[in-house]
Nanobody
Framework: QVQLVESGGGLVRPGGSLSLSCAAS????????LGWYRQAPGLERELVAI???????TYADSVKGRFTISRDSAMNTVYLQMNHVNPGDTAVYYC??????????WGQGTQVTVSS
């Protein structure tokens, strides 16, 4: 199993920046991808960004050019650098890990609020 713990959420002003981190532990040998999802109240959880073991990245159109996902070489930490944030980025952000067989693991979430 894989355990995921997010950190770095908080309040940020529109146009500002925020960095999120997710620490993964457990059986990490088969982790294929690490990613970030977000969910605002009343809305579906949506993909923000994902990075694979071979360093392929995917971003939601809404964050492309503003957010950057990265990881360490051991695939035990994933980061989300959020720049030029806007109120639409307000959500609970969840860390996600996908293992080779397609199983997914989730962190508990961290709140990001963009407000003036």
């Amino acid at each position: 199993q894989v355990q995921l713990v997010e950190s770095g959420g908080g309040l940020v002003r529109p146009g500002g920046s925020l960095s999120l981190s997710c620490a993964a532990s457990g059986r990490l040998f088969t982790v294929y991808a690490l990613g970030w999802y977000r969910q605002a109240p009343g809305l579906e959880r949506e993909l923000v960004a994902i990075i694979t073991r071979d360093d392929r990245t995917t971003y939601a159109d809404s964050v492309k050019g503003r957010f950057t996902i990265s990881r360490d070489s051991a695939m035990n930490t994933v980061y989300l650098q959020m720049n030029h944030v806007n109120p639409g980025d307000t959500a609970v952000y969840y860390c996600n890990a996908v293992v080779g067989g397609g199983w997914q693991y989730w962190g508990q979430g961290t709140q990001v609020t963009v407000s003036s």
